[in-house]
């Protein structure tokens, strides 16, 4: 039962934004890049300012792919351009609005760590178990070329640094805990009888 209402939610949110852009130009819903790809594993190129102008379509691009994402996996918040293909640094998220990261850095991260099941649109089948740091700073660039600070905490904080390492070709498969720290999405929230 939880299966068929989870799949009528993801129809109806995809129908929902799908009437939203009536008269707009097509969705541009990119391929994710999967696990094994050798582009994941390439450290992105800093934007330049010149290049502000051509953002706009990739912005749309990270936009569209996410929210098809997530429309059939019911999950996904953010996305950093190299997923799909872009090889520079910025990273898109969308929770409550749209916010998007230029040539991010982190720093100011805790020493306290916290102990995360990370899920990945690279391999969304797969959970892996990381260490991420509790609270941390993002200095970025907005579409603006404004510099701007957000402190992170908890789940926000393990979400950006997760797309602040696609960056720099990092997955968290390489950041398993250890062995034991590999599970797949639907026999990990399985319940035992």
């Known amino acids: 039962m939880r299966t068929a209402i989870k799949s009528f939610e993801k129809c109806f ?3 929902r934004y799908l009437s939203s852009r009536k008269g ?5 819903i990119r391929k994710i890049f999967q696990l094994g790809n050798p582009k994941l594993y390439e450290i992105s ?5 010149s290049e502000v102008p051509e953002l706009e379509n990739v912005i749309q691009d990270l936009h569209d792919t996410l929210v098809d994402f997530r429309a059939k996996y019911g999950a996904g918040r953010a996305i950093a351009s190299p997923q799909i293909g872009i ?5 898109y998220m969308y929770i409550d609005k749209p916010t998007v990261f230029i040539n991010p850095s982190l720093h100011h991260k805790s020493s306290e760590m916290i102990e995360v099941w990370d ?3 690279c391999f969304p089948d797969l959970l892996v178990k990381v260490k991420r740091h509790k609270t941390c700073t993002i200095s970025y660039l907005d579409r603006d070329w404004n510099r701007l600070e957000m402190k992170l905490n908890g789940d ?8 602040y390492d696609h960056l720099d070709g990092i997955l968290a498969v390489s ?14 929230f399985r319940s035992v009888a």
């Open 45 to 49: 190129e800093p934007i330049e300012k």
């Open 24 to 28: 707009k130009q097509k969705l541009a």
């Open 175 to 188: 950041k398993a805990i250890d062995g034991r720290s590999f599970a797949l999405r639907d026999q990990k």
């Open 119 to 121: 899920d990945c649109m």
């Open 13 to 15: 949110l995809l129908r």
């Open 87 to 91: 090889m520079k640094r910025m990273i």
């Open 156 to 163: 926000l904080s393990e979400l950006l640094q997760h797309e």
